[in-house]
């Protein structure tokens, strides 16, 4: 009886230990995060075709103060082409 118990332990370490090893760990992420803090990659809308986008990919620029970030230089170049009209 002990000696059962005895295996079913070792597999059930082994089974730890292998999927472990298989699955990747926490630490890896998959999403970028900054130092112990929130996800890094904020999804925003453009403000011109108003589809949403990774921060980090957005074109952005500085009007009056305030960052306004676009999708495209295409979204970017029309929304500049109605501020001058």
Do not use: W
């Not at 998959?30 to 990919?57: L, T, W």
Request: contains cysteine.
């Amino acid at each position: 009886m002990i000696r059962i118990l005895i295996y079913l332990l070792l597999i059930y370490v082994a089974y730890r230990v292998f999927r472990s090893l298989m699955t990747p760990s926490e630490s890896s992420g998959r999403r970028s995060r900054g130092e112990n803090g929130p996800a890094v990659d904020i999804m925003i809308k453009d403000p011109v075709c108003e589809v949403y986008f990774p921060k980090k990919d957005g074109i952005c620029i500085n009007i009056d103060g305030n960052e306004i970030c676009f999708c495209s230089r295409e979204c970017r170049d029309k929304f500049l082409n109605l501020q001058n009209k």
